[in-house]
């Protein structure tokens, strides 16, 4: 199922973004994007991520930056004594040799590199403190796919719905057309036997075998009984994507027996209708968990 959530943090000194993505896959695969020296929240993210998605290509991605902190500056006034002595021997030594010198503006001795007095470097923060952001991003994450999930099952149910219909009306076109089928066999032996001599007894049974050859009644009770299978996995909730992906091939392998078998244009229509409405269904399946 497709996701994506992101959260930011900051400390002293540093900010920093998670995000979180997911695509469809059969299985679940979780990849981590760490920055260096992060290794060793790999193993818990990997639980954690584990612990709320059964499937999907999962990318986690942690940015992290530092922030230059203007407060954190200030001017040290030792350094302030030390550069006007410097100054004041740079200006003696220049007018002691004809080179006077206009004095300084207070501007111009701000910009001296040598008054800024560096605050230590900002530690980062604990580990757990990226972890309680990684919770929180896991926690958007999932509300956004369980609201996703509240959409798509919506939208499966009435596919479901469109398969049953479709399956009642198959149904009533195979009737229609076993009772064209019997009046047809019923004329076509009633002329062999009436044009040529043949062993009655063997000529109802290649009859009876092309009867049970183009009866579709099984494949329609195993497609009733898939969109009933159906309906309980949406009502069931939870991780049933693969079971679902199951389901979608035995729905598949019983409409294109059914086509095979039907020998009515009717049928065959209804069929085709039927093998759309769940290859439509099962593309919809790829985004359940």
């Known amino acids: 199922m497709t996701g994506y959530a992101t959260w930011e ?56 930056s530092r922030v230059d902190d203007a407060a954190a500056s200030g001017l040290d006034p030792a350094a302030i004594g030390a550069a006007l002595d410097a100054l004041a021997q740079v200006r003696a030594a220049a007018e002691a040799r004809g080179f006077p010198m206009a004095p300084p503006s207070p501007a111009e001795i701000l910009n001296l590199r040598a008054l800024a007095e560096s605050s230590a470097p900002a530690e980062l923060p604990e580990m757990a403190v990226f972890l309680e952001d990684a919770e929180a991003l896991l926690n958007a994450f999932v509300a956004m796919r369980q609201a996703e999930g509240a ?17 009642e009306a198959a149904r009533a076109a195979a009737a229609e057309r076993s009772t064209r089928q019997a009046d047809t066999f019923r004329e076509t032996l009633q002329t062999l036997l009436e044009a040529t001599e043949v062993d009655e007894a063997r000529l109802a049974q290649e009859l009876a075998l092309l009867a049970v050859k183009s009866d579709v009644m099984e494949e329609l009770d195993r497609l009733d009984a898939h969109v009933a299978a159906a309906r309980e996995l949406l009502a069931q909730g939870g ?51």
Not at 151 to 166: E, G, H, N, P, T
Request: aromatic share 6%; glycine share 8%.
């Open 151 to 167: 959409a798509l099952k919506a939208v499966l149910s009435d596919q479901i719905d469109r398969i049953a219909d479709l399956t």
């Open 239 to 289: 991780a049933v994507g693969r079971k679902f992906d199951f389901l979608m091939q035995e729905f598949n392998r019983e409409a294109n027996t059914l086509c095979s078998k039907s020998q009515d244009a009717g049928l065959t229509a209804i069929g085709l209708d039927l093998k759309l409405a769940i290859d439509q269904t099962r593309e919809q399946v790829q985004n359940v968990e």
């Open 9 to 64: 943090g900051a400390a002293p000194g540093f900010a920093w973004t998670w995000e979180i993505r997911s695509v469809n896959a059969r299985g679940l695969d979780i990849r981590l994007r760490l920055p260096e020296g992060f290794g060793a929240l790999e193993a818990e993210l990997r639980k954690r991520v584990a612990a709320r998605a059964a499937r999907g290509s999962i990318n986690v991605t942690l940015r992290l």
